[in-house]
């Protein structure tokens, strides 16, 4: 116990050093920006239509326009670079979608999708050197998070007073993480391992309507229930096979088998992180038609996370995303309906986007949240490409974006982001009572 308490005293000292872009370490990460190519091509918030004339794939107000049933999948990538050229980058499923409309008036659907991302590897930017038993010990501080939030979205909508479409969505929360705080002596890991369990439940309303030629859309949400986390610690070992595991695999290029013994140490502890993640935000999106084709768009939001501040919470960053406010301003160049040229079947987007960052921090003297030095900016834009094929409307899409964040802090400074995604939908007359012959 005493070798533990010093080295742990010890770790503290140790000066970090990131390793790739900070959103993910702020509150339970990085919140996912678009579910779909076709709104992250005009920088949409998902508001105002982006897949199709009168159809956004994220607004379920917009849904009952599909004259067939969509199942829609989508892959992203994504990278960040800070100024000293440390990067971070990854790729996975954006979302999964299945649509029904019915009869031209209702609609349902169910969506899953990331809701946050959480990869992070931290490491000292020194090494030290510790004197013990006459020995001198090389030391290194490391920490690293993987996993995240995913999101599972159950959507209704329906027509009301004919010129107003109302929407629904429930947003179950799930998910979990794992980290590992390792203090390499002599390059072996001496690791404390932990997990997070999440759930919550999110719940968004939205509405459409049309005044004068322009159609205008809201959307709020808040959490019906607050995001939660059952923690789970393991005991610290030694990782001297150095996979990332407490296991007594002996490993030939590593010879030595993790101390102490799985089977010799105390069962995990357990306990409930609360009210983690609490979310409201309110949109308002406006857009119009020119020369039958072209929409001009335009979007805002604000984001707030009522959470409280949990010290418990197993990560390196002190920070959370207070307040974001976002704009953007899209323009996209819809598809001929009733066209069979070539050229006629395509789509094309731009998008501009800002958006505007308040971080907090959390004062041990005060035991309460205080504003942050460290507020972000961020510019970006984006364009996309759409193609609709088959006779009922079958569209693959793609879309490359990037953008520019300015930190307040001399610790980051500027981060470049860029990402690329593709999807496909695929439409079909189902759920159809046929007629015996």
């Known amino acids: 116990m005493c070798l533990r308490s010093n080295l742990m005293k010890l770790s503290c000292l140790l000066s970090l050093s990131i390793a790739q872009g900070p959103f993910n370490g702020y509150g339970i990460g990085t919140l996912q920006n678009w579910t779909s190519p076709s709104e992250a091509g005009a920088s949409s918030l998902g508001l105002v239509p982006s897949y199709r004339s009168g159809i956004s794939l994220s607004n379920p107000t917009t849904w009952s326009n599909l004259r067939f049933t969509f199942l829609s999948i989508s892959y992203n990538g994504f990278e960040s670079s800070l100024k000293n050229s440390s990067k971070n980058g990854y790729s996975n499923l954006q979302s999964a979608q299945f649509i029904i409309p019915i009869k031209q008036k209702h609609a349902v659907g169910i969506e899953l999708h990331p809701y946050s991302y959480q990869k992070i590897d931290l490491v000292d930017s020194l090494e030290q050197d510790f004197i013990a038993f006459s020995d001198t010990l090389s030391i290194e501080k490391q920490f690293s998070q993987a996993g995240g939030v995913m999101a599972f979205d159950l959507s209704a ?40 369990n999440y759930s919550g439940v999110n719940t968004l309303l939205y509405a459409n309507t049309n005044i004068k030629n322009f159609n205008i859309f809201f959307k709020t949400s808040f959490s019906l229930k607050p995001l939660d986390a059952i923690e789970t610690k393991l005991y610290p070992y030694f990782d001297t096979n150095k996979n990332g595991y407490h296991d007594f695999v002996y490993d030939y290029l590593n010879p030595g088998y993790d101390f102490p013994h799985p089977n010799d140490v105390p069962e995990p502890e ?88 308040l971080i907090d921090d959390f004062s041990s003297f005060d035991n309460d949240r205080i504003k942050s030095n460290n507020n972000i900016s961020e510019f970006g834009y984006s364009i ?53 012959r």
């Open 157 to 196: 909508s329906t027509v009301f007073l004919n010129e107003t479409n109302l929407g629904l969505t429930f947003q179950f929360l799930f998910g979990s993480s794992r980290q590992n705080n390792s203090l390499l002596i002599d390059k072996i890991p001496y690791t404390i391992s932990s997990r997070l």
């Open 270 to 357: 357990t306990g409930r992180l609360m009210n983690i993640h609490d979310c409201s935000s309110l949109s308002i999106g406006i857009s119009k038609i020119f020369i039958k084709r072209l929409q001009l768009s335009i979007e805002l939001e604000n984001n707030s996370d009522n959470s409280d501040f949990n010290s418990q919470i197993p990560n390196s960053f002190n920070s959370r995303i207070a307040n974001s406010d976002y704009l953007s301003i899209g323009l996209i160049w819809f598809p001929n309906e009733k066209s069979f040229r070539f050229i006629d079947n395509f789509t094309f987007r731009s998008g501009l986007s800002f958006n505007n960052f």
């Open 384 to 436: 996309g490409l759409g193609y609709k094929f088959k006779s009922v409307g079958n569209q693959i899409d793609f879309t490359y974006h990037s953008s520019l964040r300015s930190h307040d802090s001399d610790s980051y400074g500027e981060e470049f982001f860029r990402g690329f995604q593709v999807g496909i939908s695929i439409a079909d007359i189902w759920f159809i009572k046929r007629r015996q």
